[in-house]
């Protein structure tokens, strides 16, 4: 009902594997966001896309890798991840725009990623 | 820097009962939003509240205001007449406006654990 989806909703992995977390948000919004919430910590943002744009790495390991095709999906490539990175993956969107504006951010449900 | 902090861990009311959340922020911005953000069990994030710091009328949604004390630094939750479907993690959140080198980035804190009692 928010319009922003994820997928998988639950992902369990290896150290030596790849995956990609996918979020596809049906708000007509130009800007997305990848979060992670790990247990007892603050929402931790990572990335941000504006217009296809990245706009902000947030200091987030090189084996998170984002891509962006277009305004509506965001994807999240992950390798050679670590049990530490274990945690809730929350993609979020926003309208954005080219203007000085500030709004609100909707998010979608997660992918609960388990790193063994 | 800006930070948020969110003093209750976790909290408890009684069904139909009243109760206030409370959130503080640093910042040194004049110019901010804020947001109350409840995430259930389910784990979808859905916002609850938004308030423009440029705003000195608190806002409402419902069941749900605000008690907004910009120069406390204060961004309290009031929720009135809990339901059950009430219980979740709360997220106070602070977002400094966009500019022409830095975009929205919102500041969450660390949650609050509400649960309503039937």
């Known amino acids: 009902e928010t319009g922003v989806t994820q997928t998988p909703r639950h992902l369990v992995m290896g150290m030596t594997n790849k995956k990609s977390l996918k979020c596809e948000q049906h708000?007509?919004?130009?800007?997305m966001y990848w979060y992670k919430q790990s247990a007892k910590k603050p929402l931790e943002l990572m990335f941000v896309?504006?217009?296809?744009?990245?706009?902000e790495n947030n200091s987030v390991p090189s084996r998170f890798s984002p891509e962006c095709p277009n305004s509506s999906h965001l994807f999240l490539h992950l390798h050679t991840l670590q049990p530490e990175d274990s945690a809730l993956y929350l993609c979020?969107?926003?309208?954005?725009?080219?203007?000085?504006?500030?709004?609100?951010?909707?998010f979608g449900p997660g992918t609960r990623l388990t790193v063994l | 820097a800006q930070t948020v902090t969110q003093s209750q861990p976790e909290m408890s009311v009684q069904e139909a009962e009243t109760v206030t959340l409370s959130c503080t922020y640093d910042?040194?911005?004049?110019?901010?939003?804020l947001f109350w953000y409840k995430q259930p069990p389910s784990r979808q994030m859905i916002l609850v509240i938004r308030?423009?710091?440029?705003?000195?009328q608190n806002a409402t949604e419902n069941r749900f205001s605000v008690n907004f004390q910009k120069a406390a630094k204060s961004f309290s939750l009031k929720i009135s007449d809990s339901q059950l479907g009430d219980t979740a993690m709360y997220f106070c959140?602070?977002?400094?406006?966009?500019?022409?080198?830095?975009?929205?980035?919102?500041?969450f804190g660390p949650g609050t654990s509400l649960s309503v009692i039937p």
């Open positions: 896309y504006n217009f296809k744009e990245q706009t």
């Open positions: 708000l007509g919004h130009n800007a």
């Open positions: 979020a969107s926003s309208q954005e725009g080219g203007g000085l504006s500030t709004d609100t951010q909707y």
């Open positions: 308030q423009e710091a440029y705003k000195q």
């Open positions: 910042t040194s911005e004049s110019n901010y939003y």
């Open positions: 959140a602070f977002m400094k406006p966009k500019s022409k080198t830095s975009y929205d980035k919102v500041i």
